[in-house]
């Protein structure tokens, strides 16, 4: 397969999820690899992939296909490793333990970031359990399950283990203690896998019985999983002409299934930005256009407290293929970023029709994230969404839409360096609409990455952590939504009515002095 056919499909605005699973069992070997190198390499545009790899499980022709990624700059994860690495005793950081010590020929230095990935596909779930201790032995240190191509030599291998030692993480003790004393210590799980099912009886199979089968076998392999130090195992399941479900079950919650991620590849959720919606207990809402993700989100409050803050919080992954002119990337952005602002506000109102009616949703908030970059003034986004709403207002206040925020990594000349920036607009009021424009910055003193205005006027999240949760709602909005739902105004926005009305005036009074001055000035020169 030619490499630049695999990346368009790679960088595909399409939704290819439904379609590359179809291919993970295909009779030609070579369609099976390109299906699930595509399929990796989609799913982690937005981490640093460093290598994928294939081989055989033992006793059999099913393709495992194995990938070594780092976690972007921007990941919490990663910055947690920063903050551990920042607070150690010792200032000495061990190096990742990778799916074997030869799979990469990398040297990773401090904080630790790096993962190791598995993949493969099987024809029911029954060879599944029958090759479970094959795909895990995978994770064994031995130089007869090295990943490498198959053509390596041996020699080839040696040279590499003689060049690499042994990649483990670990948080030293003290000082002084050693490496072979260092692997006592808890190790974070840093191993994902992946497992394709083609499954026809799973397919008809409700969720959550399909969970609760999924779930007791991983649970009944707890100890092997731990002891191979696996972070996560997700099962796609896959029929023909069908989206994949997605079950994932995480080490963290002790392998029973994190419902949050439920249908959706986990590798997205970083791109979704998932974890800032910590404040909120989360529903997955179903949706019709799979390139949308749609929460219900209730703020968490002490036990016994009623719930009065409930949001929607519909998130959308934008992709395209690299614009090389800033021309193509203002008209892409400006069609592709109306059309999808549209979809989320079909999807929200047929959310809302649907919803129970003793739960009332209010600062609806929509996400889009443009992934390659493209090449563009952050400003033109900004007066791009400004139009939007503009055109749109009547429908954006009728679904309780307060904010919406764009995501986009930008170049402001075709050979400038990334800038990923951040643009809100938000309007509490519904009178008048507020847009902050931010770089997203590390910080030198704690190498975590933050929001950093771009330009005046200076924006609330200045100086924050990118990962900041979103905050639920406060008295202030409390109040103004119950004025809202009595068709009337909250008493304190009148402030700001007067505010605009004076401002408008002014510029009347001032656009009438221009106009009476070229016209003096045209009467002097005649």
Not at 186 to 210: C, F, K, R, W, Y
Not at 232 to 244: A, K
Not at 316 to 337: C, K, N, P, Q
Not at 383 to 397: A, E, T
Request: with cysteine.
């Amino acid at each position: 397969f030619l490499g630049e056919k695999l990346e368009q499909l790679i960088k595909s605005d399409t939704t290819v999820f439904d379609i590359l699973p179809g291919f993970f069992l295909h009779r030609n070997r070579q369609v099976q690899l390109a299906a699930l190198e595509v399929y990796v390499r989609r799913a982690y545009t937005a981490y640093e992939v460093m290598s994928v790899l294939q081989e055989n499980l033992i006793g059999s022709d099913i393709i495992v296909v194995e990938w070594q990624f780092l976690l972007p700059q921007n990941h919490p994860n990663r910055q947690v490793a920063y903050k551990r690495a920042s607070t150690s005793s010792s200032g000495m950081i061990g190096k990742v333990h990778s799916l074997s010590e030869d799979l990469s020929r990398l040297n990773i230095t401090n904080p630790p970031c790096q993962r190791t990935g598995v993949m493969a596909a099987f024809v029911s779930f029954q060879q599944f359990e029958v090759m479970f201790d094959s795909l895990m032995s995978l994770f064994l240190n031995d130089p007869e399950l090295s990943p490498m191509s198959s053509d390596s030599s041996s020699a080839d291998l040696e040279s590499i283990r003689e060049e690499e030692p042994p990649l483990i993480m670990f948080t030293p003790d003290s000082p002084g203690t050693s490496s072979a004393q260092s692997l006592n210590v808890t190790e974070e799980p840093i191993h994902i896998i992946n497992v394709g099912l083609m499954d026809s009886s799973l397919a008809e199979e409700q969720d959550e019985i399909l969970s609760k089968k999924l779930g007791d076998f991983v649970r009944s392999n707890i100890h092997l999983m731990n002891e191979k130090g696996i972070r996560r195992i997700t099962f796609i399941i896959f029929n023909e002409n069908c989206y994949p479900r997605y079950f994932t079950f995480r080490a963290r919650h002790q392998f029973n299934e994190d419902t949050i991620y439920r249908h959706l590849e986990p590798a997205l959720a970083f791109q979704l930005e998932i974890n800032r919606l910590s404040n909120f207990t989360i529903q997955l809402i179903p949706t019709q256009n799979h390139r949308m993700h749609l929460y219900l989100g209730s703020a968490k409050v002490a036990e016994g407290q009623p719930i009065t803050d409930h949001r929607f919080f519909i998130r959308s992954i934008i992709r395209h293929t690299d614009l090389i002119t800033a021309e193509a990337s203002f008209v892409y952005m400006e069609r592709e970023g109306e059309r999808i602002f549209l979809e989320s506000l079909d999807q929200l109102q047929v959310a809302s029709a649907n919803m129970d009616e003793t739960i009332r949703t209010d600062c609806n908030h929509i996400f889009l994230h443009f992934v390659p970059p493209i090449i563009l003034e952050p400003t033109k986004i900004a007066d791009k969404m400004l139009s939007l709403v503009s055109q749109y207002g009547i429908r954006l206040l009728k679904l309780r839409v307060t904010e919406a925020e764009i995501k986009a990594t930008i170049r402001l000349t075709p050979t400038s360096d990334k800038i990923p920036i951040r643009v809100f607009l938000s309007s509490d009021n519904g009178v008048s609409v507020r847009v902050h424009m931010y770089q997203e910055i590390e910080d030198p003193r704690t190498g975590e990455i933050i929001f950093q205005s771009w330009g005046p006027p200076t924006g609330p999240l200045n100086r924050q952590k990118v990962t900041t949760p979103y905050p639920s709602k406060d008295h202030l909005q409390q109040k103004r939504y119950n004025a809202q739902n009595m068709e009337t105004t909250y008493i304190y926005d009148f402030i700001e009515m007067f505010r605009q009305a004076v401002c408008q005036q002014w510029e009347t009074y001032s656009k009438q002095f221009q106009d009476e001055d070229e016209n003096n000035e045209s009467k002097l020169t005649t």
